[in-house]
T-cell receptor, first 111, second 114 residues
Framework: SQKIEQNSEALNIQEGKTATLTCNYT??????LQWYRQDPGRGPVFLLL?????KEKRKERLKVTFDTTLKQSLFHITASQPADSATYLC??????????FGGGTRVLVKP | AAGVIQSPRHLIKEKRETATLKCYPI?????VYWYQQGPGQDPQFLIS???????DKGSIPDRFSAQQFSDYHSELNMSSLELGDSALYFC?????????????FGQGTRLTVV
């Protein structure tokens, strides 16, 4: 079946370092992938979208890459700050236009 | 800018009761989605509507139903509530226009079944 998956282990990182999150997909080739941020008890917030023909996309301190050979998208938070602590969700649009999420990775940035 | 509005924010119900959750999408958005998120899980798709017609159905129990009204607001009706229905319920909206792909989520309704 078509799947996207993220590393379910929490990522603890020191302030100022770069956090790198992975989203892997299997059994299909997405036209694009989306990344969302979710804070506890709040709805996901859209961050970035990357299409299959784009190698890299940036938004302020965020960078997303798409490697169709590895079937993987990487999400980087550079110069991380404690305020970046949240769960980050990779998502794909499935049939019917619904979003399917990859499980999410919790990031904790320590001062 | 207007966001997706959900009500109520919190709801406590007893087992076997009925709950109704409301969602007001962003104006001019033509698609509404409902998601359920349990503790430590990512949001799971329940059901969606496009231009007031049901467009897709996910893992939604038969005890749940939803509809979208002429003013585009949507309601999720949940009957015979069970303890396992306790979760955060999110509504999201989007527009299917050219180049528009992201979904905008509401703040959610936290349902507690006791």
């Amino acid at each position: 079946s078509q799947k996207i998956e993220q590393n379910s282990e929490a990522l603890n990182i020191q302030e100022g370092k770069t956090a790198t999150l992975t989203c892997n997909y299997t059994n299909y080739s997405p036209a694009y992938l989306q990344w969302y941020r979710q804070d506890p008890g709040r709805g996901p917030v859209f961050l970035l979208l990357i299409r299959e023909n784009e190698k890299e996309k940036r938004k302020e301190r965020l960078k997303v890459t798409f490697d169709t050979t590895l079937k993987q998208s990487l999400f980087h938070i550079t110069a991380s700050q404690p305020a970046d602590s949240a769960t980050y969700l990779c998502a794909r649009k499935a049939a019917g236009n619904k979003l399917t999420f990859g499980g999410g990775t919790r990031v904790l940035v320590k001062p | 800018a207007a966001g997706v509005i959900q009500s109520p924010r919190h709801l406590i119900k007893e087992k076997r009761e009925t709950a109704t959750l409301k969602c007001y999408p962003i104006p001019r958005h033509d698609t509404v989605y409902w998601y359920q998120q349990g503790p430590g899980q990512d949001p799971q798709f329940l059901i969606s509507f496009y231009e007031k017609m049901q467009s897709d159905k996910g893992s939604i129990p038969d005890r749940f139903s939803a509809q979208q009204f002429s003013d585009y607001h949507s309601e999720l009706n949940m009957s015979s509530l069970e303890l396992g229905d306790s979760a955060l319920y999110f509504c999201a909206s989007s527009w299917r226009g050219e180049g528009s792909t992201e979904a905008f989520f509401g703040q959610g309704t936290r349902l507690t079944v006791v």
